[in-house]
């Protein structure tokens, strides 16, 4: 990639929740599920890389993320529940933290599922990795469970109220059929944030497209970015 700037990045969706975001100084991995061409040894070759896990599901985790622990400047920031290699450097993290690491802070937040979710100030940018917190609405769940899971998905996005965010990556999951768009609604009507793009749809892309048409008409101020296919990417310039 070419020279960026601080405050400026490129984002390349892999698969599902998995993202590469490239910064003027670091190369951040989040949930790689599977092996991708586009996470390779010329990535991870002349910046300081830093791999994210959110937790040990195997649509958000991939072992083989390992394969390049014995690099310098490769690093792992990693729920508790992930499996670990004993010869990567290894930050294992919890919720409702905060943590240094060379020119990045990060804080991470609860789930409504497993693990956590990831604050991540780098280069100038703000940036929110949602891991499995999402409002997870199943139509054959209880009234009473449904409204647990809404009260626990915005009470942890209430958090970010005040925290301004370049970009969002939220959970867009058609498994929920009619309430596939509660939990990026809710985010966009909450946290100031300048693009969100949506995850964790899978191969089900449809609904991600149809709702990127019809954005615009639903008055958020915040950019709806689809990337759907291994490899799109986005040129954030903030």
């Known amino acids: ?27 951040l991995i989040f949930d790689l599920c599977e092996l ?18 959110t937790h ?33 450097n290894i930050l294992l993290v919890e919720a409702d933290e905060q943590y240094s690491l060379e ?31 999402n409002w997870w609405k199943w139509k054959n769940d209880s009234v009473e469970i449904q409204n647990k899971e809404e009260s626990a998905y915005k ?13 969002a990556f939220i959970p867009v999951d058609p498994r929920l059929d009619d309430y596939h768009d509660l939990a990026v609604k809710y985010f966009a009507d909450t946290v100031t944030v300048n693009t969100i793009i949506p995850m964790h749809f899978r191969d089900v892309v449809q609904p991600v497209e149809d709702l990127s048409i019809n954005w615009g008409k639903l008055g958020y101020s915040s950019k709806f970015v689809s990337l759907t296919k291994s490899g799109d990417s986005l040129d954030y310039k903030g």
């Open 1 to 27: 990639m070419g020279t960026v700037k601080n405050g400026s990045c490129k984002v390349r969706y892999l698969y599902n929740s998995g993202f590469v975001v490239e910064t003027a100084e670091h190369v």
């Open 36 to 53: 991708s061409e586009f996470v390779n040894d010329d990535l991870v070759s002349d910046r300081k890389v830093i791999f994210f896990v």
């Open 56 to 88: 040990n599901h195997s649509d958000h985790f991939d072992p083989h993320i390992y394969q390049w622990d014995c690099k310098d400047g490769v690093q792992y920031v990693i729920h508790r529940d992930v499996a670990t290699s004993k010869d990567a």
């Open 103 to 133: 020119g990045i802070a990060v804080q991470t937040f609860g789930s409504t599922d497993r693990g956590v979710s990831f604050l991540v100030e780098v280069n100038g940018l703000s940036l929110f990795h949602s891991g499995d917190l």
């Open 155 to 167: 009470s942890e996005v209430q958090k970010l109220k005040n925290t301004p965010l370049d970009i």
